[in-house]
T-cell receptor, first 114, second 116 residues
Framework: ELKVEQNPLFLSMQEGKNYTIYCNYSTTSDRLYWYRQDPGKSLESLFVLLSNGAVKQEGRLMASLDTKARLSTLHITAAVHDLSATYFCAVHLNYGGSQGNLIFGKGTKLSVKP | NAGVMQNPRHLVRRRGQEARLRCSPMKGHSHVYWYRQLPEEGLKFMVYLQKENIIDESGMPKERFSAEFPKEGPSILRIQQVVRGDSAAYFC??????????????FGPGTRLTVL
């Protein structure tokens, strides 16, 4: 059974600081996603990472993937209040030739304080 | 291009009633996924459908839950004889299905089901 573990689950940061969210998964997968969810809202796709060593950046967020370690990181640079949200990593479960489904971590609830 | 649409956004049912949740995928998308999210939890996969076919229902409870994606019209997630434990946010996602290696699932706004 594929398990996806995120840590930390709760993160309180001050504006301007840097931090990293970690996502470990238990079996091989062909792609990993990061999503953002604001309270009471749907999920917004941030990044899709397809290969070992993949790195993607958008604004103050940078995501990377190490398939050998089965680890992805989401790095936050110089946090601002607008980044406050819950961040989920999701691993694609692919088997039997079908697209399969996404297995989500429990999410990291980020709060950026002035 | 409208995003994934779900209705209703909020649904209140009493125990024993039926709940019907609708999902219209993004234009051009032929793959639909349903997920359930309990408070303070991540999303749990329920079912994956293409037009008129259920591809993967491994996350669907064996009883009371069913899903369809007809040739015409939205995908429907149906919950019969709801119980309090069914209270959750139900999200639908869609993808184009053209390029399996990069297919991103785009999520709808969700339906928040409350069972009294």
């Amino acid at each position: 059974e594929l398990k996806v573990e995120q840590n930390p689950l709760f993160l309180s940061m001050q504006e301007g600081k840097n931090y990293t969210i970690y996502c470990n998964y238990s079996t091989t997968s062909d792609r990993l996603y990061w999503y953002r969810q604001d309270p009471g809202k749907s999920l917004e796709s941030l990044f899709v990472l397809l290969s070992n060593g993949a790195v993607k950046q958008e604004g103050r967020l940078m995501a990377s993937l190490d398939t050998k370690a089965r680890l992805s990181t989401l790095h936050i640079t110089a946090a601002v209040h607008d980044l406050s949200a819950t961040y989920f990593c999701a691993v694609h479960l692919n088997y039997g030739g079908s697209q399969g489904n996404l297995i989500f971590g429990k999410g990291t609830k980020l709060s950026v304080k002035p | 291009n409208a995003g994934v649409m779900q209705n209703p956004r909020h649904l209140v049912r009493r125990r024993g009633q039926e709940a019907r949740l609708r999902c219209s995928p993004m234009k051009g998308h032929s793959h639909v996924y349903w997920y359930r999210q309990l408070p303070e939890e991540g999303l749990k996969f329920m079912v994956y459908l293409q037009k008129e076919n259920i591809i993967d229902e491994s996350g669907m409870p064996k009883e009371r839950f069913s899903a369809e994606f007809p040739k015409e019209g939205p995908s429907i997630l149906r919950i019969q004889q709801v119980v309090r434990g069914d209270s959750a946010a139900y999200f639908c996602a869609s993808s184009p299905g053209r390029e399996l290696s990069t297919d991103t699932q785009y999520f709808g706004p969700g339906t928040r089901l409350t069972v009294l």
